[in-house]
Each structure stands twice: as C-alpha cells, then as structure tokens.
C-alpha cells in the first residue's frame, strides 16, 4: 500500500507535506505509510488519503489499478542492473549555476557573496531542515533583494542536458527508472512541467527534501533501494559527483560517472554498459557484484 500511495500522491502532484495538509494528517505518519512502517492504518485514515488525491479506496488499497502506474517487465544488463537512478543537477539539468551571475547582478552584490550565501544554507534546505521560503527570506535579508525567490532564478535558468530527452526514455523502457536528487522542495515537479526533465512516469522519485537526507548520507540510499524494488546489487546510480558514487558503491549499488561538459561521450559510454542481455539467458544475481571495467573508473 505505501508503493501505491506515493505513486498516486506523485501522480496527484503532491508533495508529502502537501498530501498531509490537505488530508489533515501529520507529517511522520504519512511517511511511515509510504515506507511501510505502518502496514495497516485506519479505515479512517485511508478514506482521508484517498478523498484528498481524488481517488477510490479501491485504487489506493490496491483491489483496482490505478491509472498512470502500468506495470512492466524489468530487464536486465549484461552485469545485473535493473533498476536506473539518475541525479538531476549536473546531470539531467545544466546551467543552474547561472542564477548565481542574474541574482548579482539584480542584487548589486558580488557574485561570490551570493555563492557564499547559497552554499552556507543549501545542504538545510536540500534536507527539510528549512523551508524554501525560510530560505528566500534569507536572501532577501543578507543580499537587501525584496522579494527573492530562487527557485524563479533557477527555473529561468536551468537547461536540459543535451541527449536526456532521447536517452532517458530509452532506459525507462527496459529497466525500472528513478530520480535521485539532493534538491530544493518542489523543484523537480516544476521542472517536469516546464519540460527542463524528461516527464516520465518515475518509478521512484526521492527528494532529498522529502526523506530529509541528502546524499551521500547512507539514509537516502537506503530509501532508495527499498523503493527501487530490487536488490541493491541491481541498481545503478549516475551521477556527476565522485563523492556520492563512492558512497553509493560502498553502500553496494553499481555507479557510473556523468561528465557534464561532455554529455554525448557520456550518454554513449552508459548505453554501452546498460545495454540489455539477450533474453533467453537468466540473471546470475550471485556474480551481478564482478563488475566490468566500464563500471569501476570513477573521476579522480
């Protein structure tokens, strides 16, 4: 029931906090429903839930299916990967850093104050320790901006990476499929509208903002491998960050490095790891950990 209640509250548009204001529900027990702490809630509970994401009880206890969540066949890769996480900045997106040059030069402060700003409370937002608009009030007061909003700034100038549009699609096709981003609240779900990322139906989406860890935390992978689905040897974490692939390995995912500045040599070299084995051959889980040599350079 927690898999199809974050897949409808995703569907729905909601973020955690958002679902529980407007079921009237505190924040840990929706977030213990959703992660399976509590199997079993209230009749009363879930009537709440399912009034709120306009939906029957049928589709959220699951006697109906619900609509938008298809099921599909996972393959897999020549060496066990089933399930894909993409990282979002540096990644799926670029050029956000220019909203640090347009807020300074709308502020008439120095860039590297900005930055220094920024950087100094990021990591509290990313993880719900603060709010995105405890955080603009920040800004506002140590830059002397009225009315800053960032994530105006970075909406206006976050870009899709290069090849995303067409590669992304292609490994939601064969493998399951998730976003795993430290981030703002409410970040991912704009850029999806405003097509900045691929607007799929994610298997798994965790904002850093909402499980309140942010990589390389070993929270957040745990998170992610129990959403995922799978064994944790058969998931496969891209990302631009040498930090959090090595958390990621150590945890006992599979990694592969994302180069930013060269997004077509990296889309090539990922495609070649993830292409999937021939379908007649079963997956040896046991030696899915041998990993090629396409799959252990990391940067640095």
């Known amino acids: 029931m927690g898999k199809r209640l974050q897949n409808a509250r995703r569907i729905a548009g909601l973020t955690q906090q958002g679902l529980c204001h407007k079921a009237g529900l505190s924040y840990s027990t929706l977030a213990k429903i959703e992660r399976g702490a509590i199997k079993a809630p209230s ?29 599909k066949q996972r393959h897999h890769s020549k060496s066990g990967v089933s399930f894909v ?52 009030k920040i800004l506002e007061d140590k830059l002397k901006f ?54 799929l139906a994610y298997d798994s989406i ?15 992978f745990e998170t992610a491998t129990e959403r995922a689905k799978c064994d944790k040897s058969e998931i496969l974490l891209i990302d631009d960050s040498r930090t959090n692939l090595m958390a990621a390995d150590a945890f006992g995912w599979k990694v592969l490095w994302f180069d930013g500045y060269r997004p077509e040599e990296s889309i090539a070299r990922i495609r070649e790891a993830l292409e999937p084995q021939e379908q007649e051959k079963a997956v040896n889980v046991e030696s899915s950990n041998s990993l090629p040599k396409i799959f252990q350079t990391l940067p640095g």
């Open 43 to 71: 009749i009363f509970t879930i009537e709440r839930i399912a009034a709120a994401l306009n939906i029957s009880l049928d589709e959220l206890i699951g006697t109906s299916k619900l609509s938008g969540t298809p099921a």
């Open 85 to 136: 996480y993409f990282d979002v900045n540096g990644c799926l997106v670029r050029f956000y850093h220019r909203a640090f040059a347009e807020i300074a030069h709308d502020s008439g402060q120095p860039t590297d104050v900005v930055e220094s700003i920024f950087w100094r409370y990021n990591d509290q937002v990313c993880r719900g320790i603060i709010s995105l608009e405890e955080f603009n």
């Open 146 to 199: 009225p009315s800053l909003r960032w994530q105006d700034y970075y909406l206006k100038t976050v870009e899709l990476m290069p090849g995303m549009d067409k590669f992304v699609p292609w490994v939601a096709s064969l493998y399951g499929i998730g976003l795993l981003s430290n981030i703002m609240p409410g970040l991912i779900k704009s850029m999806t509208e405003q097509k900045s990322i691929p607007n």
């Open 206 to 220: 965790v904002d850093s903002s909402e499980v309140h860890a942010i990589k390389p935390d070993i929270e957040i």
